[in-house]
């Protein structure tokens, strides 16, 4: 019955619909802090379930299908977005032993062993050893670090505070947590270029996330070109490949990136992009800002 609902709902050829899953992060063990992230255990279980129940295809292959309309019923494409080093080391091996493709976006900036602004924040609030820390100074808040619900409420607040700053203003404000945290250098979380290398060799698809990951729309037009181009050049530079895909950053359309943007990315040279709009893509869907999961 679960077949046949889904086959009815997501049919093959003309009527075909593609559904395409976004994750960031394979933890190898959970994460009391990061409760929403799948570690290896959960994550081996839910491939087993999409590989039961859907045909997986290279998100690629399922674009040029969709634009044919020759989609096979059920379709479905696995993307992960940032680059994380655990895509690499946790969750590649698995899509590898379940026989799945998946395409990892990566954002190139990161490649020297920094942390994204947001996991800078997350870790300065873990390693922080005061239970109550005072961040108006940044124009946050004084928060109650005394227990790990608290600390994880934190973090979230924190992050929806700054995840929408100037770049510049944000940088200071991810710095003034750690200095307020008292928070040490922490263990790099994101790839290197030998783990892109690694990914592609083994027949994964690696596409471009920008160099810093920005969002696009608070760049002038120039600055916006300049993170699109650069992280195809700097993928390109490693796979020794032509980078097919783009992934938009934070990905909400007419919000974190406009009909400008996605001009931008096809004068680039992709051949698509995908948003975090929540829905498929159908036969005359924009491949230039699929929908994902």
Known sequence: MV???LTLLSPAGARGRLSTLIFHRVLGAPDPLLPELPDA??????????REWFNVLPLHEAVERLKRQALPARALSI???????????VA??????????ATFFVATGFFDGRNMWNDRLIEAIRACPHARVDFRPLGLGVEDLGSVEKRRDAIRRVLR???????LMREAAVQGVEEACA??????????????????????????????????????TEDARREIAGSKADVEAIIGRPARLFAYPNGVPNQDYTAAHVALVRKCGFVAA?????????AGADVFQLPRF
Do not use: C
Request: cysteine-free; overall charge positive; hydrophobic content about 45%.
């Open 92 to 101: 590649a091996p698995i899509l590898n032993r379940l026989g799945l493709h």
């Open 79 to 89: 993307t992960f977005d940032d680059g994380y080093v655990d895509n690499a080391e």
């Open 161 to 167: 505070l700054t995840k929408h700053q100037q770049p």
């Open 274 to 282: 995908v948003s975090t709009a929540w829905g498929v893509a159908a």
């Open 3 to 5: 077949r046949l609902a």
């Open 41 to 50: 255990r959960q994550f081996e279980a839910q491939m087993r379930w999409v």
């Open 183 to 220: 928070a040490s250098p922490t263990t790099p979380l994101m790839m290197r270029p030998e783990h892109v290398a690694r990914l592609a060799a083994s027949g994964f698809d690696v596409g471009a996330h920008t160099v810093t990951h920005p969002i696009l729309s608070r760049l002038t």
